[in-house]
């Protein structure tokens, strides 16, 4: 039985990033990466790119990103993933309030507000389905954005198999190779992960420059000072979705860092400009 291919796409401040898989793999010309202007960051400006890359509907036979052009053509059901700009992250207690509705909901977005204040109560809250008693990876997303995605699908004759934060995007990337922690670096942001049986079970995101090289190591040893545990991770994988050209980011890596692949392919260079 031949492979299911599954269509990707990620929503970043800078760019719209798509793959199709098949199986565990991203299928050959699979993988189209088109640059977005977008100075004031907002979620428009990808999802404008979206929308474009939806109406074309035009499958290319050959070449790079043939293969994702006609899965989009193909109206494959649409697994997206967000900035960090734009789905918020954290790690909530376990409370049994997550075993029913509207409870849970109700308890989630409290989780939101008491770290991203009163702006998160318009957000739409949800988190992993971690076993009883484990705490949660919690995601918000602004219930606005959420249904302008629904929206852009159903009208283009598609659906949202997915809609998930970057981390857990990428920790089912790393999954094979069972990290032990990761780094996802974006355009002024830099999201901390740490796994414990092969799921999250910590989480800090914070701004960065640049430079982002040179503030890694900082960014984790502030974070292991509050977080003791993080002291027994001997690696962290790095994901490095910063728009830079990946040889910025070879060799300039300190101690416990290592650059990893991502989930969207090779980034180097976007092909196309929306």
């Known amino acids: 039985m031949p492979a299911r291919r599954t269509l990707h796409i990620h929503l970043a401040q800078q760019s719209l990033l798509a793959v199709v898989r098949h199986g565990g793999r991203i299928a050959d010309n699979g993988a189209l990466h088109i640059a977005v202007g977008n100075p004031a960051g907002q979620w428009q400006a990808p999802l404008a790119a979206l929308r474009a890359l939806l109406a074309e ?22 697994h997206l993933s967000l900035s960090s700009r734009w789905c918020q992250t954290l790690m909530a207690p376990w409370n049994d309030a997550l075993l029913s509705e509207p409870a849970a909901s109700r308890f989630l977005t409290m989780q939101l507000a008491a770290v991203y204040g009163d702006a998160a109560r318009a957000w739409t809250a ?14 918000g997303i602004a219930t606005e954005l959420l249904d302008a995605l629904h929206a852009l699908a159903a009208e283009h004759g598609t659906r949202c198999a997915a809609i998930e934060p970057l981390a857990s995007v990428v920790c089912a990337s790393l999954a094979p190779g069972k990290p032990q922690a990761f780094a996802v670096i974006e355009p002024g942001r830099i999201t901390m992960a740490a796994l414990a049986q092969g799921r999250v079970n910590a989480v800090l995101s914070q701004p ?6 040179g503030e890694l190591a900082q960014a984790w040893q502030r974070w292991a000072l509050r977080a003791p545990e993080l002291a027994e991770v001997a690696a962290v994988a790095v994901v490095d979705l910063s728009g830079q050209h990946a040889a910025h980011a070879e060799g300039r890596l300190p101690g416990r860092f290592r650059l990893a692949g991502t989930p969207f392919g090779h980034a180097g260079g976007l092909l196309e400009a929306a």
């Open 57 to 78: 509907a035009v499958t290319v036979e050959h070449g790079a990103g043939s293969a994702a052009r006609a899965a989009l053509a193909a109206r494959l059901p649409l």
């Open 208 to 213: 960065c420059s640049a430079a982002w090289h």
């Open 126 to 139: 949800s988190s992993d389905d971690a076993p009883y008693g484990q705490p949660r990876l919690v995601c």
